[in-house]
């Protein structure tokens, strides 16, 4: 089966490149709503031929745009969520050049930026804030690193700031939390790419394990006026901590998996923040 899996992922891309990247170009110059179908539609495929199975339970909030702020644990986590809803997606600027995953964040019209880059620092929040003001929605993970998933680590006031700005000006999108988490479908499982594993053995291993559940829980909207990014840091990560609790309580801790862990600390891996 994962051979298999590896030669439908090979063709998958190659369509790709041939097909829905110049007509996800197209479309996107021009404004074609087809934009958000081919994007949808094409990370529902790449979810089942890498064999993750996507369990979203409840919705964003009905009020547009949102701001999603979720949990990161690998970078199947973007192709998840994309595969539920047309998101735009934050990330490094290094990922665009990456194999595979520079595909798909071109695809998703992902905002780059550049670590350690201060001078960036407010062009970023500029397009974050334009993505918004135009109607779509965002995604962030203001945690800045994937882990192992065992845990929420602190998130980054700094991701908030287009939030705080643009609520100055009296704008007020929808700050949605998420909490992101993977099992066999009885057991927590450790799916993430992080430490110094390369990509193409991490996806060989994905693809092996076979049955895998990306579960995405949708938590109520956060009131976003008159509260500044480091209160609305806080806010949301103990509302994703408490949705990743809530579900856990129905999961056993993770089997062995086909990755090492560190047992001191979650490991992580600055994949895409």
Partial sequence: MAYLRALAFALTLTGAFIFLVP??????????????????????LVCAVIGVKVDARSALPSKAPRFVVANHVS?????????????VFLAKSEVASW????????????????????QDIARVNDALADVLRSGGDLVVFPEGTSSDGAAVLPFRSAH????????????APTLAPVAISYSNGARRIDVGWYGDMTFLP??????????????????????????DRKTLAAETHACVQKLLASHGRNLASPQSSCFE?????????????
Avoid at 99 to 110: E, I, S
Avoid at 160 to 169: G, S
Avoid at 202 to 227: N, P, V
């Fill in 99 to 118: 194999p595979v995953l520079g595909l798909l964040a071109r695809l998703q019209g992902t905002v780059f930026v550049k670590r350690g880059a201060r």
């Fill in 160 to 171: 908030f700031a287009p939030l705080e700005a643009m609520a100055a000006r009296g704008e």
């Fill in 75 to 87: 970078w199947t986590d973007i192709v998840a969520l994309a595969s539920v809803y047309p998101l």
């Fill in 261 to 273: 862990t560190v047992a001191a600390q979650p490991p992580q891996h600055e994949d895409c923040l």
């Fill in 202 to 227: 991490h996806l060989w291993s994905l693809m092996k394990r076979g049955r895998t559940q990306c579960h995405i829980m949708f938590g109520e909207a956060i009131e976003t006026s008159d509260k």
């Fill in 23 to 44: 007509l996800q170009a197209l479309a996107r110059r021009r404004g074609w709503p087809i934009q958000h179908v081919v994007q949808t539609r094409f990370c529902r």
